[in-house]
């Protein structure tokens, strides 16, 4: 039975669409330069000129919330693409082959899951230092884990299927299965998977620059504007509302489309109305 989207998945949709094109308009366009100081316009409520208001230094506080989210997406899409590499080529070559490898790898694999995934990236960045790229192999190495797992899981329960043994009577080579057969198979999971990743890297992301490990200032993220927000709570409320509702609305739209994407792929969600 054809089933028309949920209004849980248009709000995902909706929600994640302007968020993505504020991100992109915003690598092209701003009102305003969002680095320039401008002492006369400081603290400034939101007006007809600064739809959102200004900060402590006189920047405009739109005008920083798109270049954030640009940065936010470039961050969370490098490091979900990262990850989903990384985990998709362990998972799919220790659960195929298995044996000792599989026995090593998922023991190192497992002792990571150990420590939240906040934690992990934590100690990686003082090892990548706090930047850009330093957040991207942190977070992608703390996530890859998980990808792995899961990916394993799904080939686990693969490789023992028909149409494998039978790419394997006809003479094909492992390699050839395991790319050919399984790894499309690994498709579906991982499209959710990566779906919830991207709203887990946004908020470790914004975390970690609230507290100052994130991308260096004078470059805007969602965190580090929070975070700069902190000693002007009481006197420009607005400075901590905005970043923190566009954090709580990104995070709400991608759960929303994750549930949608897993309903789309998953057979056993077929034809529930």
């Not at 790419?167 to 057969?181: D, I, K, P, W």
Request: hydrophobic letters at 55%.
């Amino acid at each position: 039975m054809k089933r028309s989207l949920s209004p849980q998945a248009l709000i995902g949709l909706l929600v994640v669409g302007l968020i993505l094109a504020a991100a992109l308009i915003g690598l092209f366009w701003t009102p305003f330069d969002p680095l320039k100081i401008n002492f006369s316009a400081r603290l400034k409520s939101p007006s007809a000129l600064y739809l959102l208001g200004t900060d402590e230094f006189g920047r405009d506080e739109l005008s920083r919330l798109m270049a954030g989210a640009g940065n936010s997406v470039w961050i969370s899409c490098l490091t979900v693409l990262f990850s989903v590499t990384i985990g998709t080529t362990i998972g799919v070559l220790t659960g195929f082959i298995r044996g000792w490898t599989d026995h090593i790898v998922m023991a190192f694999i497992n002792a990571l899951l150990a420590f939240p995934g906040l934690l992990l990236a934590l100690a990686l960045l003082a090892v990548f230092g706090a930047n850009q790229y330093g957040i991207i192999l942190a977070l992608g190495l703390a996530y890859t884990p998980s990808v792995a797992r899961v990916v394993r899981g799904t080939v686990l329960s693969l490789r023992e299927k028909e149409f494998i043994e039978s790419s394997r009577v006809l003479g094909n080579s492992e390699l050839y299965t395991m790319f050919r057969h399984v790894l499309p198979n690994c498709v579906a999971p991982l499209t959710v998977l990566a779906t919830s990743m991207f709203g887990w890297v946004i908020l470790s992301e914004s975390a970690l620059s609230f507290l100052g490990l994130g991308v260096p200032p004078p470059a805007p993220t969602w965190g580090n504007m929070l975070a700069a927000a902190r000693p002007y709570m009481a006197q420009a409320t607005y400075l901590s509302i905005f970043p923190g509702l566009c954090i709580a609305l990104t995070l709400l739209g991608i759960n929303f489309l994750g549930d949608a994407v897993r309903d789309l792929l998953d057979p056993r969600m077929r034809g529930v109305a």
